[in-house]
């Protein structure tokens, strides 16, 4: 049963958001927008805008009485596969051996439409309790995953980007399917549900080794076919994947121009991962203003490598944030950007909390041409809001206590929360959590 937000409701808090992308290691930027105890205005579902709280409201708005916590846009997850909660926190494989030992059995079992329906439901449940109220995703390999996942997220007035997963080779019994029939499962999952609601369409190609040829030239056909599709996939994560990649396309100059000559770079392409890159790669991602899905958890779990942020900004290509669970080991978005900082830190950098959440919120939000959208909380924007305890346990509360400058409260925050902090979130204006139940769909 669809759920209407209140007419006109203000959300009591501290409210933080960016109104530009922070520099580099800039802790006290001129991009934060902090405003501690204001009211923020919703109405229809949309932000309308913010005012102190100590300026009365009138009779007409429905008070949510947050002070004291933190809100914050709702994260946006960019690279993130929904039927594998069923392998997280596996134990002992690098990335290749890790799928054929794990992620297949589990992705398998998703042609049964029970089973998808179920997981669908499950998964989206599971981000909006962790803080993340959009993602892109990696569905399976069966249309009827994909079309459960877009049936759920509309449901709970999700902005979702997904597709059928495309796997023609190198891939088990019931995971594979073909150029034609994929061709077929695309454009009508395209038809159905493609710019519907909050809904949008992804080409999603598994990673080229899975891919013969002709299904990737029919992908790259797929992403002009309609206005607004994006394009997702896996680039140059492993060092063995790169060159199993350079063995099957041995034409192409790298793995990203493997996708290159299938037409498979655009603006609406999200890249996960990108660590084993080139500059000459990076320019070609530039030049295609296509988005890099850093994963540091599943980066760092699986032993893949540790991801050039500062060279990717250097570059000029727009860097998001992702919990690529399975291989990442939490959908918190939060401890996600503590090991982001700490892939930075292995190199030298330090990742500020402006830089990390920028990522994960109208960064990510604007990489995927959905600034006008999600990710602030600008007036204009759709109402995906999340608060937070600022604190929660006596070691966070004491950190929180004596920290001074809000980048070290802000950043200590980052480094010991995680979906235990979260209080609320609205989804489109919607509360679809209050501390320990997702309200029903």
């Not at 005012?51 to 429905?62: C, F, G, N, T, V």
């Not at 909050?198 to 080229?208: E, G, H, N, P, S």
């Not at 100059?253 to 392409?269: F, I, T």
């Not at 530039?286 to 893949?304: E, K, V």
Request: net charge negative.
């Amino acid at each position: 049963m669809a759920v209407s937000p209140p007419p006109r409701q203000a959300l009591r808090g501290d409210l933080l958001d960016f109104t530009a992308a922070p520099v580099w290691g800039d802790t006290a930027s001129t991009a934060v927008r902090y405003r501690p105890d204001h009211h923020l205005l919703v109405e229809g579902g949309r932000i309308v805008g913010a005012r102190p709280a100590a300026e009365p409201l009138d009779p007409s708005w429905s008070v949510a009485d947050h002070r004291g916590h933190l809100i914050l846009p709702g994260f946006i997850d960019t690279h993130v596969h929904s039927p594998q909660l069923d392998v997280i926190a596996s134990h002992g494989t690098a990335l290749l051996d890790w799928l054929d030992t794990y992620t297949f059995p589990a992705e398998r079992r998703y042609a049964d439409p029970a089973e998808a329906e179920a997981g669908a439901a499950r998964f989206l449940d599971a981000l909006i309790t962790h803080g993340t109220t959009s993602a892109v995703v990696f569905a399976t390999v069966h249309k009827v995953s994909a079309d459960k996942l877009f049936e759920a997220a509309r449901a709970r007035g999700m902005r979702l980007i997904t597709g059928k997963v495309l796997m023609d080779r190198h891939a088990p019994d019931g995971l594979r399917d073909d150029v034609e029939q994929a061709e077929r499962d695309c454009t009508d999952l395209i038809d159905r549900w493609h710019g519907v609601d909050r809904l949008a369409y992804a080409v999603t190609v598994r990673f080229a080794p899975t891919s013969t040829p002709e299904q990737l030239a029919m992908a790259g056909r797929l992403c002009t076919s309609r206005p607004g599709l994006y394009m997702q996939t896996h680039v140059a994560e492993n060092v063995d994947e790169v060159k199993w990649v350079a063995q099957l396309f041995p034409e192409a100059r790298s793995y990203l121009d493997v996708y290159a000559r299938a037409g498979l770079m655009n603006a609406r392409g999200v890249f996960a991962h990108g660590i084993w890159l080139d500059d000459t790669d990076r320019a070609l991602l530039h030049d295609h203003q296509a988005l890099i899905a850093h994963s540091p958890s599943s980066n760092l779990f699986l032993g893949s490598g540790l991801f050039g942020w500062r060279a990717a900004e250097a570059a000029g290509i727009p860097v998001a944030v992702a919990s690529d669970v399975g291989g990442g080991t939490s959908l918190s978005i939060q401890r996600n950007l503590a090991d982001a900082y700490k892939v930075q830190a292995m190199a030298g950098e330090r990742l500020s909390a402006w830089t990390a959440l920028h990522a994960a919120t109208r960064g990510a939000a604007l990489g995927l041409g959905l600034g006008d959208e999600i990710g602030s909380l600008e007036a204009g924007g759709v109402a995906d809001v999340c608060v937070w305890d600022w604190a929660a346990g006596p070691v966070a509360q004491r950190r929180h206590e004596v920290a001074i400058a809000l980048h070290e409260k802000v950043f200590a925050w980052m480094t010991l929360s995680d979906e235990r902090n979260l209080a609320a979130a609205y989804v489109a204006g919607v509360p679809r959590h209050q501390r320990g139940a997702v309200s029903p769909c």
